[in-house]
């Protein structure tokens, strides 16, 4: 379960910086994700220069699943 702390909440406003088009979507990451793992994630998007969540999260957007 995902519980915004303060380096969390830097980390998003550090993504949403680094990509004005996107955001954090937190009702989409799954409940099993924690914290930290959505740290790493949100670095890893940094490090690599784009937002890689919809893929390390396997979200789809065609409407056939509700988040």
């Known amino acids: 379960m995902v519980i915004v702390t ?3 909440w830097a980390k998003m ?3 949403e910086k680094a990509f004005p088009d996107s955001c ?3 009702e989409m990451v799954p409940s099993s994700e924690t ?3 959505l740290i790493q994630k949100i ?3 940094l ?3 784009e937002d890689l969540l919809p893929k390390e999260y396997g979200w789809k957007f065609d409407g056939s699943e509700l988040y």
């Open 43 to 45: 670095d890893k998007c």
């Open 6 to 8: 303060d380096e969390l």
């Open 24 to 26: 954090v979507p937190l």
């Open 13 to 15: 406003q550090e993504f």
């Open 47 to 49: 490090e690599a220069g």
């Open 35 to 37: 914290t930290k793992g």
